[in-house]
Antibody, heavy 122, light 110 residues
Framework: EVQLVQSGAEVKKPGESLKISCKTS????????IAWVRQMPGRGLEWMGI????????IYSPSFQGQVTISADKSISTAYLQWSSLKASDTAVYFC???????????????WGQGTLVTVSS | QSVLTQPPSASETPGQTVTISCSGS????????VSWYQQFPGTTPKLLIY???QRPSGVPDRFSGSKSGTSASLAISGLRSEDEADYYC???????????FGGGTKLTVL
């Protein structure tokens, strides 16, 4: 069974750094793109970026370029999303999602991680 | 404002068919596949349609996807109360070189 298990909820202060994880299992980690998707409270889904774990090729949305870093560790089949300096506006649920089909960058996501709630407040 | 435009809400009675639209442009919907997701409040999105009109195994054939030009549609036939959820479309955008979502449509089953 394909599974994506994300790290737990985080409460941080503005200016702090954070790295959340998405541990995968049940498939070849290096064969599928993985995406990160943001959902702010009461809002819709936003495509943040994707990574191809085989060679760490990464594509960011212009809205998130320079604001976050997406990475992956092939040795433990885990993808990451990190911030160097959080803002209150980063408060949201962040989902990781595996692309449904191998080798394609098209946003066709399934399955999804359970989501990580990040709260940034002073 | 989302690159892909969806109506904020839709409603229909049980047993009927509802169609949710997703309007884009030549750089996204016209030239790329569209996917659709269902999300219940507080839960993870679920893939309903991929490659514009394909259903993953386990998704009922009451759900169908299509596109024409720069617009795509999700049709849900034989509506049930449990279909009440938020629905999102997504596609690759060649101009942005990235993925984009629609703003979402909240479906109410009356």
């Amino acid at each position: 069974e394909v599974q994506l298990v994300q790290s737990g909820a985080e409460v941080k202060k503005p200016g702090e750094s954070l790295k959340i994880s998405c541990k995968t299992s049940g498939y070849s980690f290096t064969s599928y793109w993985i995406a990160w998707v943001r959902q702010m409270p009461g809002r819709g889904l936003e495509w943040m970026g994707i990574i191809y774990p085989s060679d760490s090729d990464t594509i960011y949305s212009p809205s998130f370029q320079g604001q976050v870093t997406i990475s992956a560790d092939k040795s433990i089949s885990t993808a990451y999303l990190q911030w160097s300096s959080l803002k209150a506006s980063d408060t949201a649920v962040y989902f990781c999602a595996r692309h449904f089909l191998t080798g394609t960058k098209d946003p066709q996501f399934g399955p999804w991680g359970q989501g990580t709630l990040v709260t940034v407040s002073s | 404002q989302s690159v892909l435009t969806q109506p904020p809400s839709a409603s229909e009675t049980p047993g009927q068919t509802v169609t949710i639209s997703c309007s884009g442009s030549s750089s996204n919907i016209r030239s790329n596949y569209v996917s659709w997701y269902q999300q219940f409040p507080g839960t993870t999105p679920k893939l309903l349609i991929y490659r514009t009109d394909q259903r993953p195994s386990g998704v009922p054939d009451r759900f169908s996807g299509s596109k024409s030009g720069t617009s795509a549609s999700l049709a849900i036939s034989g509506l049930r109360s449990e279909d009440e959820a938020d629905y999102y479309c997504a596609a690759w955008d060649d101009s942005l070189s990235g993925g984009v979502f629609g703003g979402g449509t909240k479906l109410t089953v009356l």
